[in-house]
């Protein structure tokens, strides 16, 4: 969808969702949502976050077999902040801010009292600082990468 768009168009978009703390395809489909005032149940909202986890780990691992470390920690991040998000909108929860993604992750540990849950979520933290100051090692990158899709497998069972 966001490949179609002229680079100015992008950049402005892009800032907009940062500013909200979302992806670009996130904020494009919650504005034409609004926009066009369709409200979603929380199992299509769910199902957004899914796909757009799904979508944003086969882009890691794209840029990751392209050498692009960068990206592939911000998709890595992506993926990450999208699976925690579909565990939020089934409880009926819409996540805002980091904060808030960082609470539902220590809430999500506690109902299931599986710590290793937190701990993969600090991989995903590790990727989103790289994607800004691009300072983890290439094993380092790959790693957390892998420790996304076990956390992803991990929740995805919790749908």
């Not at 600082?129 to 990158?141: A, R, T």
């Amino acid at each position: 969808m966001v490949e179609v768009l002229s680079k100015k168009l992008f950049e402005r978009l892009l800032e907009e969702a940062r500013k909200r703390d979302m992806s670009v395809e996130e904020f494009i489909a919650e504005s034409l949502l609004k926009v066009l005032n369709i409200s979603l149940d929380p199992s299509d909202k769910v199902e957004l976050h899914l796909k757009l986890c799904e979508k944003y780990l086969r882009e890691a691992e794209d840029f990751l077999s392209k050498k692009d470390y960068v990206q592939a920690s911000e998709k890595g991040w992506g993926a990450a902040t999208q699976i925690v998000k579909a565990l939020a909108a089934k409880e009926g929860k819409e996540l805002k801010s980091h904060g808030e993604l960082h609470k539902e992750v220590i809430r999500i540990v506690k109902e299931t009292g599986d710590d290793e849950i937190r701990l993969l979520w600090q991989s995903a933290i590790a990727l989103h600082q790289n994607f800004y100051e691009n300072w983890l090692p290439l094993e380092m990158v790959e790693k957390n990468i892998g420790d996304i899709k076990k956390l992803v497998e991990k929740l995805k069972k919790l749908l």
